[in-house]
């Protein structure tokens, strides 16, 4: 009789064991399938955000300037910029500003633009040959007028919107940064780099 119930009582926790130990087991594969796909579904999200980015970035062409350097425009599908260059204007022996002499033809339905200044927090300098940054005289735009497919010629002189205080060292500006505002949905900075400076010579 007692070797009876001792084989009852171990056949009762064989069955009830394992029902138990099955049990737990499928709620252990269900958590980590949970989580692997939580972990999948950040990574794919996390990736396609990247992608995205770089999408954006790779969208803006770096195009040749024919007077020398190259040029990065955000705005190209609204407006089209060819520099025409960079024009130095000495105010004393070993110093001068620099201008930007540029053709804007609008490819969008709009009337005009403002260059210079800062747009969206990203200020328009320069950097020369040697590392020296310049800065513009003001936060402000120069507006211009521009029509609808036909190329304005652009000479951004006005006294605040020239580079200040550049070095007559510098032959050519590594990076020019110039803020354009068309309207609040079409603004941005078209970037210049290794472009040629001429000093003392009228633009063509």
């Not at 796909?37 to 024919?66: E, F, M, R, W, Y």
């Not at 609008?106 to 260059?115: H, V, Y």
């Amino acid at each position: 009789m007692r070797k009876s119930v001792f084989t009852l009582l171990a056949m009762m926790l064989f069955f009830g064991v394992m029902p138990a130990n099955a049990q737990l087991g499928n709620i252990l594969k269900k958590v980590k399938e949970t989580v692997d796909a939580v972990t999948n579904t950040t990574t794919t999200q996390s990736q396609t955000g990247t992608d995205s980015t770089q999408d954006k970035v790779a969208n803006v062409l770096s195009v040749a300037i024919p007077s020398g350097g190259t040029m990065e425009n955000p705005l190209a599908g609204v407006l089209d910029v060819e520099l025409v260059g960079a024009y130095g204007k000495s105010t004393s022996l070993n110093y001068g500003t620099v201008y930007l002499v540029f053709k804007a033809k609008m490819i969008a339905n709009k009337t005009s633009a403002g260059f210079g200044g800062s747009v969206r927090n990203v200020a328009s300098v320069a950097v020369d040959q040697d590392g020296n940054l310049y800065n513009t005289g003001t936060n402000g735009q120069y507006r211009r007028n521009l029509t609808e497919g036909i190329a304005v010629k652009v000479t951004l002189d006005e006294k605040d919107a020239q580079f200040q205080d550049v070095k007559k060292t510098a032959t050519t500006m590594q990076m020019i940064k110039l803020g354009v505002y068309i309207d609040a949905q079409n603004a941005g900075t078209i970037t210049f780099k290794n472009v040629p400076v001429q000093w003392d010579v009228t633009p063509q």
